[in-house]
């Protein structure tokens, strides 16, 4: 067996570009990506316009959701407008993600042969670039995780506790923001307390880095801590949600065999189904990765399978940053309301600086119909 043979088994690697077959590996080893027949350059193209698409509506609608609120005047929500900017901030940085990691990667990969490749991922196993780029992954979804949970903890209150919930002030809010941010900030540098527990690497079947566990095996407090940091988070959202959930079903129930219906008591519902839809879009998109590395730990996924199932379930999970915007447009009618006076006011911009433009263009004609003319008859008369 020749060295090379010998260096193609014992790859770094264990995915590879979800585009091509495993048998690339040792076919196309000297051979660019793109020129290898058992790669699809098609596919190549499928994935890049995915990943520009899907960065593209998370900027866009999340700016969207800045701008209503800046365009909306109800004072009676202000304090949940700031919780629903900070969410819309926080999802920026996926698209962000996705822009300055993912689409980069997506167009050099093509360009190199699998031993390049394979030499990539060595030389960027935990370089500086790897951390950084983990430690945002990480920040995506814990900022998600942690704002829906103080949304969850905000529809609990507003049910449990509503004097203390509504006498909250903007400056209370934004003192829990910046908490719930330092937390969010800090706990995505976990991976890079214990390197001797966690390899960040990039892998390429993701075009993305994560951090993978070493060689070392975990403790017992570094397991709790994990736990604390990503899984605990989870389970309060959810205890808090169907909380909020079961009471404001049985208040309304009561509500309607009293004929009684509040606008308060209506706009809170409206939040909670809002929060309700949150949490299930971010369930729903979280699933499939729990599901994928179940499936890898019973050995159903390897190497050789792993790739496509890997990158559809993590690039699933950022669908999360552009599926609150569809779920305000659905349940919150204020927020429909608001982005229609968004581009009314738009509109009647472009409108108004149009007919401006026309009624300056009538004026310049009615001074010049004005202005004196030459007049041959009268300079006959006076001379």
């Known amino acids: 067996m020749t060295a090379e043979n010998v260096t193609r088994i014992n790859h770094t690697f264990c995915g590879i570009p979800p585009y091509c077959d495993y048998e690339a590996i040792e076919e196309c080893w000297n051979t660019t990506i793109r020129d290898c027949p058992l790669c699809s350059n098609a596919g190549s193209d499928a994935v890049?316009?995915?990943i520009l698409l899907v960065a593209?509506?998370?900027i866009l609608g999340n700016i969207l959701v800045v701008a209503s609120v800046f365009v909306m005047k109800s004072r009676s929500r202000k304090t949940q407008d700031l919780v629903k900017t900070s969410l819309a901030i926080a999802d920026m940085f996926t698209a962000l993600h996705l822009f300055s990691v993912c689409v980069p990667y997506i167009v050099l990969t093509p360009q190199l042969t699998f031993q390049e490749l394979n030499q990539l991922v060595i030389?960027?196993?935990q370089s500086d670039v790897a951390k950084a780029m983990g430690t945002v992954l990480l920040f995506t979804y814990i900022s998600s995780l942690y704002h829906?949970?103080?949304m969850s903890t905000q529809r609990f209150s507003a049910i449990?506790?509503?004097f203390r919930y509504r006498n909250q002030s903007c400056a209370t809010i934004l003192r829990h923001l910046a908490v719930l941010?330092?937390?969010?900030?800090v706990g995505s540098t976990f991976a890079l307390w214990k390197p001797e527990y966690f390899q960040i690497q990039y892998k390429p079947e993701m075009f993305q880095f994560m951090a993978t566990v070493g060689e070392n095996e975990f403790s017992v407090s570094d397991a709790i801590a994990l736990s604390i940091l990503v899984v605990l988070p989870y389970i309060l959202m959810s205890g808090l949600t169907f909380a909020t959930a079961y009471s404001a079903r049985k208040r309304l129930r009561q509500s309607r065999r009293l004929n009684r219906v509040e606008s308060a008591e209506h706009q809170e519902t409206s939040l909670i189904k809002v929060t309700c839809a949150m949490y299930l879009g971010f369930t729903i998109t979280v699933v499939p990765i729990v599901i994928g590395n179940f499936l890898l730990m019973a050995q159903y996924l390897k190497c050789d399978n792993l790739s496509a199932p890997f990158f559809a379930t993590v690039h699933t999970s950022t669908l999360n940053g552009i599926l609150n915007v569809l779920i305000y447009s659905a349940f919150d009618r204020t927020f429909r309301q608001t982005v229609r006076k968004v581009f009314y006011r738009m509109c009647r911009k472009s409108e108004s600086d149009n007919s401006r433009n026309h009624t300056n263009n009538i004026r310049l004609r009615?001074?010049?119909s004005k202005?004196?003319?030459f007049n041959r008859a009268q300079l006959t008369v006076k001379l």
């Open 48 to 50: 890049l316009t995915y």
């Open 56 to 58: 593209t509506f998370i």
């Open 123 to 125: 030389d960027l196993r």
């Open 148 to 150: 829906l949970l103080y």
């Open 160 to 162: 449990y506790a509503p």
């Open 181 to 185: 941010w330092a937390v969010v900030i």
């Open 366 to 368: 009615q001074t010049d």
């Open 371 to 373: 202005s004196p003319k």
